[in-house]
């Protein structure tokens, strides 16, 4: 798997990474899912995996347009969670979320928005995502990187697909599941 | 004026009598060529008769105004080809011109004449001639120049389909100091060749000192003939193409080429100067070169005393700043577009809404010349189409209805605007129904948007609220246009958007009155940053009536409400910590902000005050939605991004409770 960081890193040349925006490493990948030098295939689905809490998850590289460094944000007066603040990307004010309400996992964002907000820790990043209602924003603890399943490849989640999660990356250790970003925006 | 018809001063009888003459020899050139009127006599006698009626009306001669107005009104729709030049018309016409003639002299001479001839012309009605399909829609336009044609432009584009002759698209440029003499003598070099339709903006040009132009010429002569039109000056020359439909008509059978390319693609969002304000923007230019010239001198005049030498400098920066906060309101003026072209949408709108909807309907609109930023009449129309459309289906009653409440059948929306300072004020206002608020009611408790209890007790100005929330649509059936649950809580967030505020007053059985107050500019907004628990927002100035040392003292009504007595008159106010609930700070609430939206008032007590900033605003976007208080973000500084306070929302919810519906995911 020597090849996993550099293929990475070209797959996220279109991101607007900045040299201070480098990833922590990348987790091994799983031999079983993954051909590293092989332009992405119709038969192929690319995911990005992160890290929240101890958990592991993934959402479809395809719906990422961006990847940013946590920020602090601008607050939104009276806003309920999930919805964490909004951030202004290019002249576009993007709501930012915190997605692990909707995975039924205690939240680990520290306060991001106001006078009073911490400094967000050095692996924290923002998932810009387009939805159907415009760009959006995910705040996940750590990015770990990009893997290729094929088609039909993930594991049926245990006791069947619910709500947003699709499936589960297979040979993944402690289970990655992989979710509907729109879903977790619901 | 008095009801004897005081006999009017000599500058008016020698001005209307030489104007109606000039009208009388154009309208008989106009009969010589009745089969395929000149455009520009057309034109001109178009003007003459409103100059006439602007005459009249001037000096109170309501008689010839009346007169001229009946014929300036059947002169517009022959220029616009909606009605044709007959015979009987024309004597009709001319007959006109007799009695302005003698009414300038003798104003009680032709009164009731007068009188039964603006009767007689405007009755001259009929039915739309078009038939069939708008040849029109088969040329090749691309849509944002379509967009910008006036009706003028696209009639005369129609003819020159209809003579079977082709319409050209000319890319040219011009130097931006003569071109203004340089389109004139192009027009006077087409004459008999072609006819130069529409003048549209271009693309940028590659030089700066030149402008570019799309031009729009209607012509049956062949390609040579029209290079040699544009002898000498570049310029991209083609046929716009015409799409074949069944009926293959004459004008297939030109040469074929596509408008691809987006060669005009510099006219979607584009804007119409006025010359001399370009010329003026120019003068600007000019004086800020001499400033970079003084200054260069400066750089050369070291050998001066240092002293001397900073006094230059300083006086040579103070002109500077002076110009380009002159060049600043010119290129805000320059923006301003009169709403003229969204209120003639909106006519067509309604005639085919109307027509859908099965209702009659007449759509009247003042104020049609006020100047608001073209951004805000973009971003205006959407809302005006869905308030338009609000009134037509659920405000005008069917005609069989407003008979049975004496009301004339045909209903009656009106369309105004007026500016007030910085501000423009917007109503749409219908004789319908009015509001049903008990529908309203009931509505709510259906959607879960109030409980009973609340609904009950709730005023009409409170359910208002309500009507402008998220999913509310009384629609009992859903029509083709609205009704399908995207309300008005649309328009309101668009409004917001836009600075603006809206609100509804219906009075019940007589109708219902929109009301959009917008600043007049969009380019930026002035804002007045405050501080509040360590937070700052932007209050739009337009709605800051005060600013004022608070020293927390207030009173307290029965109701609970704090007010505070402000140059004589007792308002409500509050603490916008505490109305977002943010965390309170021990040096808190030293400010007052009175702000205003019409005849309201409310103190926003606040911390800091931080100055004023041009702000350039950017709406929340559709994920969030309506955030009740804040109608958008600007950014400040450096990446610093500050939410602008939605004054109109505020109003609402201090003076009618808390809001319905929190932001939320």
């Known amino acids: 798997m020597s090849e996993g960081p550099s293929s990475l890193e070209a797959l996220l040349a279109r991101f607007r990474f900045r040299p201070d925006e480098e990833l922590d490493g990348t987790a091994p990948l799983p031999a079983s899912a993954v051909e590293p030098d092989r332009e992405a295939g119709a038969d192929e689905l690319q995911l990005l995996t992160f890290g929240l809490g101890t958990g592991e998850y993934a959402v479809a590289l395809g719906t990422v347009t961006e990847i940013l460094r946590a920020r602090t944000l601008t607050e939104i007066p009276r806003a309920r969670p999930p919805l964490l603040g909004v951030l202004n990307l290019r002249g576009t004010i993007t709501p930012v979320y915190d997605p692990s309400l909707r995975l039924g996992l205690p939240s680990t964002v520290p306060p991001c928005a106001g006078p009073d907000c911490d400094r967000p820790p050095r692996p924290a990043r923002i998932l810009v995502v387009r939805t159907a209602l415009g760009p959006a924003g995910l705040w996940v603890d750590r990015v770990r990187g990009v893997q290729r399943v094929r088609n039909g490849g993930l594991e049926r989640p245990k006791g069947g697909p619910t709500g947003g999660v699709i499936g589960v990356l297979p040979g993944a250790e402690g289970g990655c599941s992989v979710v509907d970003p729109e879903w977790l925006l619901r | ?665």
């Not at chain 2, 009208?23 to 009745?34: A, D, F, K, P, V």
């Not at chain 2, 003579?163 to 008999?192: H, I, N």
């Not at chain 2, 930026?524 to 628990?533: A, C, D, I, K, Q």
């Not at chain 2, 007792?570 to 009175?594: C, D, H, K, Q």
Request: cysteine-free; proline content about 5%.
């Open chain 2, 1 to 665: 004026m008095s009801p004897r018809s005081d006999r009017p001063p000599p500058e008016f009888s020698s001005e209307a009598v030489e104007t109606a003459e000039a009208l009388g020899r154009n309208l008989l050139l106009l009969e010589r060529t009745s089969a395929d009127p000149d455009p520009e006599v057309l034109n001109s006698v178009f003007r003459q008769a409103h100059s006439l009626k602007g005459l009249a009306a001037t000096f109170g001669q309501t008689p010839m105004a009346e007169l001229a107005h009946a014929a300036e009104d059947l002169l517009d729709r022959f220029r616009l080809g909606k009605a044709r030049l007959s015979t009987g018309r024309l004597d009709l016409l001319l007959e006109a011109v007799e009695l302005f003639q003698r009414l300038a002299e003798d104003p009680s001479a032709a009164v009731e004449d007068a009188r039964a001839l603006a009767a007689r012309l405007s009755s001259m009605d009929e039915a739309p001639e078009r038939m069939g399909e708008d040849p029109l829609e088969r040329l090749e336009l691309q849509p944002e120049v379509r967009r910008v044609l006036t009706e003028f432009e696209e009639h005369r584009l129609r003819e020159t389909l209809r003579r079977g002759e082709l319409v050209w698209s000319a890319r040219v440029e011009y130097p931006l100091d003569t071109f203004d003499r340089d389109l004139e003598q192009l027009k006077a070099r087409l004459r008999g060749v072609g006819e130069l339709v529409s003048t549209l903006p271009g693309p940028a040009a590659d030089r700066l000192d030149m402008l570019s132009f799309v031009l729009l010429v209607g012509s049956g002569a062949g390609e040579p003939a029209l290079r040699a039109v544009f002898a000498g000056a570049p310029v991209e020359l083609r046929p716009v193409a015409v799409r074949k439909e069944r009926r293959p008509g004459p004008e297939a059978e030109g040469p074929r080429s596509t408008t691809e390319g987006g060669e005009a693609a510099g006219a979607a969002r584009t804007l119409r100067v006025d010359i001399a304000r370009l010329d003026a923007l120019m003068d600007d230019v000019g004086e800020l070169r001499l400033i970079g010239e003084a200054i260069r001198g400066l750089s050369d005049a070291r050998e001066q005393s240092p002293r001397a030498w900073t006094v230059e400098l300083l006086r040579e920066q103070r002109r500077l700043v002076r110009r380009l906060d002159i060049l600043q309101d010119r290129l805000l003026q320059a923006r301003m577009v009169p709403l003229r072209p969204l209120f003639d949408r909106m006519q067509r709108l309604v005639r085919r809404m109307a027509r859908e909807a099965g209702k009659e309907l007449v759509l009247e609109t003042s104020g049609a010349e006020v100047q608001i930023d073209k951004r805000l009449v973009e971003e205006l129309s959407d809302p005006l189409v869905h308030l338009v459309r609000n009134a037509i289906d659920h405000g005008i009653e069917p005609a069989g209805l407003r008979e049975g409440r004496g009301k004339p059948r045909a209903g009656r929306i009106l369309l105004s605007a007026e500016q007030l300072g910085a501000r423009v004020v917007l109503a749409l206002t219908d004789d319908g129904g009015g509001v049903d608020w008990a529908r309203v009611r009931e509505v709510a408790i259906q959607r879960g948007l109030l409980d009973e209890d609340r609904a009950r007790a709730a005023t009409d100005r409170e359910l208002q609220a309500v009507l402008f929330s998220p999913g509310f649509s009384t629609a009992s059936s859903v029509s083709a246009m609205s009704g399908r649950g995207v309300g008005l809580d649309v328009v309101k967030t668009n409004i917001a958007g836009l600075s603006g505020v809206i609100d509804v007053e219906s009075r019940a059985g007589e109708g219902a009155t929109f009301r959009i107050t917008l600043p007049v500019t969009l380019a930026t907004v002035r804002g007045l940053l405050v501080g509040v628990s360590g937070r700052v927002y932007a209050v739009p100035l337009s709605s800051v009536l005060d600013v004022l040392a608070h020293d927390g003292r207030h009173g307290v009504t029965d109701d609970g409400r704090r007010m505070v007595p402000v140059r004589g008159y007792n308002i409500p106010v509050v603490s916008l910590a505490e109305t977002f609930g943010l965390p309170r700070r021990a040096e808190g609430g030293a400010y007052l902000v009175v702000v205003g939206v019409a005849e309201r008032r409310l103190g926003l007590v606040v911390d800091a005050l931080h100055g004023q900033r041009d702000l350039v605003t950017q709406a929340l976007g559709p994920r969030l939605g309506q955030v009740p208080g804040i109608s958008g973000a600007a950014e400040v500084g450096h990446h610093h991004t500050v939410l602008v306070l939605d004054v109109g929302a505020l109003l609402d919810e201090v003076l009618r409770g808390p809001p319905l519906l929190v932001a939320q995911a």
